[in-house]
């Protein structure tokens, strides 16, 4: 990967960074609030968007349903061996954070069935940390392929992609400001 190609994946990778910043922001403010199944679902969200950057930046682009752990377990391999041992053992929490998904936002089935669950503080206290250990180890990861220190601040971020990465990022206006 070269060139303009490999400019568009560093771009696209991230892009998902700045939303897995957004997501652990959300993830630490509704555990502030008690609202621990909002706080797993924004930290699973948090990891999942981690991996999808590593896997873009790879030219892998995931479009479809998936079970992005098993997904991103297979392309671990090709990583430097001290950030492959890291991602390795971050991996079973990481399968059991993704458990998270479905359960936090539904309490019915899609067959119907209702559930009631709750969940604790220490799961979504232990969530969080993990999905900040998962970003901290994707920026080591992405800032050592791209050869660049990147903000590790969401605004910042976004300042960041709009000034190097200009030619392939869009910037699409909020809803009140679009015309009807």
């Known amino acids: 990967m070269d060139g303009e190609f490999q400019h568009k994946e560093e771009a696209r990778a991230l892009a998902y960074l700045r939303d897995?910043?957004?997501?652990?922001e959300l993830a630490e403010n509704a555990l502030e609030a008690e609202l621990f199944e909002g706080s797993l679902f924004h930290s699973q969200q948090g990891i999942e968007k981690c991996m999808k950057a590593i896997l873009a930046l790879f030219g892998i682009l995931i479009a479809k349903e998936h079970?992005?752990?098993d997904l991103f377990s297979k392309e671990v391999e090709i990583?430097?061996?001290e950030i492959k041992e890291k991602f390795k053992r971050l991996l079973p929490s990481i399968e059991d954070i993704e458990w998270y998904y479905i359960p936090t936002r539904y309490s019915v089935s899609i067959s119907g069935d209702i559930y009631l669950r709750a969940f604790s503080e220490n799961a979504a206290i232990?969530?969080?940390k993990t999905s900040n250990t998962f970003l901290e180890t994707s920026?080591?990861?992405i800032e050592l392929k791209i050869g660049k220190e990147l903000p590790k601040v969401k605004?910042?971020?976004l300042e960041y992609l709009k000034k190097e990465y200009k030619d392939v990022v869009k910037s699409l206006p909020d809803k009140d400001e679009r015309r009807d």
């Open 79 to 81: 990583f430097e061996a």
């Open 20 to 24: 897995a910043l957004g997501d652990l």
């Open 67 to 69: 079970r992005i752990s």
């Open 155 to 157: 605004k910042e971020l």
């Open 139 to 141: 920026f080591e990861l």
């Open 126 to 128: 232990n969530a969080y």
